[in-house]
């Protein structure tokens, strides 16, 4: 029985992807999970693997093309079967981005025989009747717009991506007065159109509140000197391995920060997977540590090393880009006392983690004394939950990583 | 609250009418003596005597015709035409005398007759006994049709239905005779008119009355594992009908599927699907689709007849060509 290999959806905001290599030739023989294609996604060059077994008969998108997820771009079939009916599909031809309209000043006449053709307009379309109005109120230009529903058709879901996303039309901009130098102009990535996109929506829609404290992390620091000392090195265990831990077991009791929102209801996850944020040279990706409930802390530094490499070198799996259920943003090395993190849909909640660094600070009996001192703000979804709930999953983290033995039991 | 079956439903509905209106008696083929042919009348000749619960001939003309002149007369008669089937045997009473006369009289008579009667497939009965003809009378101004799909709504619409002025055809449904619901012991009423959501749901929007009504739960019940949430409204009445509820829910959820037991062509479900796109067309997001019965006179064999009726299967089927899944 021939299939269809598909555009995967890789991530929740996935609209399109780019076949970078294919690691089977046509011709080949291919097993059911077998890694085929690279896919190339806004973030990152992901394996794709085979949904069938068989031969991989036809290669329909080649090397580069850019395909819309669900787009076939490939057929594994028996090896004498009659494919013919599904070489018909396709990708349409490679999609380019359409060229940067050149800045010019506005004509000052515009004689009617001359003006541009108009764009196509929306009768011309093949889109629902929602589309359309919601394409006249957004202001989006359906012609740019690809259609996901049955037969192509332009559906709500497709204009409201088109309105969030780097294709909705831009707004006039103010004629500047006469500028002695050109602004200057760059291209965005993909990587950084997604993280334009989705900090966006993030932004828009979720209504963070923020609250912050102080930790004491003086044991915490000795505590992680002397596993690494025992381990030897193999993992090395940081300090945000430390908070991983610290944050997944305080989890356990604050289940609405490790959820998502509905609509009308909560999803909340039975698992842990924490997202950790990573600056690479591109551009921000947050990847997760899978079940990090069921890990060790010595299991979760092994992960995180490996996640952290596998990220630099562009290797994660596509799981690991969706999966995370609460995330966290750590700039302890790059010198920073607090700051706050925007929350990564669809999660509920994110930690900013700073510096440790040695500070007085006024103990038990009233001695100035100096400690190893961080400060963390948790950014959370007001809908999911409140203020003081926030706070009491900052206490319960505080009080985990001052008292650093349970991070070990 | 009691757990009861719709026929139960039913029989509490008639008994209790019998009991506190004097103007009210039952007439219909086998519904004294043998009890009514689905049993819904047994014991009510013991109870309330040969004059008030009137077996009568195989003659549905006549027993409609004289229900009507009953009716403007000042009494209260419940016509049982044992399956809908048998109405066409009354039609021109019905559409033709029943519906008009109050208009023709400029109200100087009314006719508050309830006539029961039993729709649908699925038993086997072939194809003379097994039509859904209860969207032909709701095409008629003068009649009220009202099509309970469960016990609390049918116990609940006939004690509305007792308050009208004007002929109302009560459909029952064949398959829904044994299942059960529950009912408040309090008086409460349905009114006419007043569409029902059954379950809510916010991707698409499935509109059934009847016995469809359930199929559209247990659809729904399916899709939900399938990360579909729809929603389903049961129309309750057809005739008068309530689409804005239906509006609504389109309008939030940008997709609707009718589903209903009778054949496609001219079936209600097109008047539902008109009326949605009248209303809510700048609301939707894929054509209205509709599910309905196939287009050929009901097979005997069963396995045939199943196929002629929507299912869990082919309403599914229709949901997920609907969202392009």
Not at chain 2, 88 to 105: F, P, T
């Amino acid at each position: 029985m021939a299939k269809e290999l598909v555009m995967p959806q890789m991530g929740y905001d996935m609209q399109q992807g780019t076949v970078v290599r294919w690691i089977k030739k046509e011709g080949d023989q291919v097993v059911r999970g077998e890694p085929v294609a690279e896919i190339e996604t806004d973030k990152a060059v992901v394996e794709m693997e085979s949904i069938g077994g068989g031969v991989l008969r036809k290669i329909i998108a080649p090397e580069g093309t850019v395909a819309q997820v669900g787009e076939v771009i490939g057929i594994i079939a028996e090896p004498d079967e009659d494919i013919s009916s599904l070489e018909a599909k396709g990708p349409k031809p490679a999609a380019t981005a359409p060229p940067a309209p050149k800045a010019s000043p506005a004509p000052a006449k515009a004689p009617a025989a001359e003006q541009p053709p108009a764009p196509a307009s929306a009768g011309e379309i093949k889109a629902s009747p929602v589309a359309k109005r919601l394409a006249q109120e957004l202001g989006v230009n359906l012609g740019q717009v690809t259609g996901t529903g049955p037969g192509g058709r332009i559906i709500r879901e497709d204009v409201e991506a088109a309105a969030q996303g780097p294709a909705a039309q831009p707004a006039a901009p103010a004629p500047a007065a006469a500028a002695p130098a050109e602004a200057g102009r760059t291209e965005l990535t993909r990587m950084r159109q997604a993280i334009a996109r989705i900090t966006s929506i993030s932004k828009q829609q979720i209504p963070h509140y923020y609250v912050g404290n102080e930790i004491d992390m003086t044991a915490a620091m000795e505590m992680r000197r002397q596993v690494n000392e025992k381990i030897g090195g193999d993992p090395r265990v940081t300090v945000n391995d430390l908070i991983i831990k610290a944050v997944t077991i305080a989890l356990s009791d604050f289940p609405a920060l490790n959820a998502s929102f509905k609509d009308d209801h909560l999803e909340t996850h039975p698992y842990v997977n924490i997202g950790i944020a990573i600056d690479l040279e591109q551009g921000l990706i947050v990847p997760s540590i899978a079940n990090c409930e069921a890990k060790s802390l010595v299991e979760i530094a092994r992960a995180s090393t490996d996640l952290g490499k596998r990220a630099q070198e562009g290797r994660l799996h596509e799981s690991e880009y969706s999966g995370g259920t609460f995330s966290i943003s750590n700039l302890g090395t790059l010198d920073v006392d607090t700051f706050s993190a925007i929350i990564l849909p669809p999660q509920s909640a994110v930690l900013a983690v700073g510096s440790v660094k040695k500070r007085p600070v006024v103990d038990d009996s009233d001695q100035i004394v100096v400690r190893q001192m961080m400060n963390t703000t948790l950014s959370a979804d007001h809908r999911v939950s409140d203020g003081a709930e926030g706070a009491r999953f900052l206490q319960e983290l505080k009080r985990l990583l001052e008292n650093p033995v349970s991070l070990v039991m | 609250m009691a757990d009861i079956s719709y026929r139960d439903a039913v029989t509490i509905a008639l008994r209790e009418a019998l009991r506190e209106d004097d103007r009210m008696f039952i007439m219909g083929e086998d519904i004294g003596l043998y009890g009514g042919p689905y049993a819904v009348t047994k014991g009510f000749v013991e109870e309330f005597g040969r004059e008030r619960v009137i077996d009568t001939p195989i003659s549905e003309s006549a027993m409609v015709g004289a229900g009507t002149g009953s009716a403007m007369g000042g009494m209260h008669p419940v016509v049982e035409i044992m399956t809908i089937n048998f109405t066409l045997l009354a039609m021109d009473q019905i559409v033709n005398h029943a519906a008009k006369l109050r208009y023709m009289s400029a109200g100087q008579y009314t006719v508050p007759m309830i006539i029961r009667t039993v729709t649908g497939g699925g038993a086997q009965l072939a194809a003379t006994h097994s039509q859904s003809l209860e969207g032909w009378f709701a095409s008629v101004p003068g009649l009220k049709v009202v099509t309970p799909a469960t016990p609390y709504d049918a116990l609940g619409l006939f004690r509305s239905v007792r308050n009208e002025q004007d002929p109302v055809i009560f459909v029952e449904h064949i398959l829904l005779y044994s299942t059960r619901g529950e009912v408040p012991d309090d008086h409460y009423l349905v009114p006419l008119g007043k569409a029902d959501v059954k379950r809510r749901g916010d991707d698409l929007t499935l509109v059934a009355y009847s016995r469809m009504v359930q199929v559209a739960l247990d659809a729904a019940e399916e899709l939900a594992g399938r990360g579909i949430n729809a929603e389903v409204i049961d129309l309750r009445s057809l005739r008068p009908l309530d689409i804005g509820t239906v509006v609504e829910s389109v309008k939030r959820t940008g997709h609707a599927i009718v589903v209903e037991e009778a054949w496609r062509t001219g079936g209600f479900g097109a008047e539902i699907a008109s009326q949605i796109q009248e209303q809510a067309f700048d609301h939707l997001d894929a054509p209205i689709g509709r599910v309905a019965g196939a287009e050929v006179p009901t097979p005997y064999s069963q396995p045939l007849e199943m196929l002629a009726i929507p299912s869990l299967e082919s309403v599914v089927a229709a949901v997920e060509s609907a969202l392009g899944r």
